[in-house]
């Protein structure tokens, strides 16, 4: 009886093991349909400035904006989307959203960080 459940185990795992390999292909592209596309982009706060001071994506996008704080204390605050990070002085910080609303929004520095902080600001542009 020992004899018959070992060699049934190794034919019980090999064929799960083919029936997985065949079907990892259809179960990977399928996962793949419902992924969102993603825009990462580095940003900088410096000299009262963001670098890139736009961001052009496509509705449904998911943004992942990885922040580097070089000169002083900044705030990222994009309204639209109710986001805000903090970010200071010589800090990194990163944020993720999905970009579902179509349409220009701005964003700026809300932390008074200098003379220049009300010129901080850029652009998320969200189209169809």
Known sequence: MTMTYNLRLPTLCALIAVTLLAAGPFVAEEAGKDEAPVKKVKMYARSWEWTPDQIRVKVGTRVII???SEDASH?????????????PQDSKARV?????KVGEFTWRCSRPCGNGCAKMRGTLIVAE
């Open 66 to 68: 990885d922040f580097i």
């Open 75 to 87: 705030a990222f605050f994009l309204k639209a989307y109710k986001i805000k990070v903090n970010l």
């Open 96 to 100: 993720e959203f999905v970009a579902d």
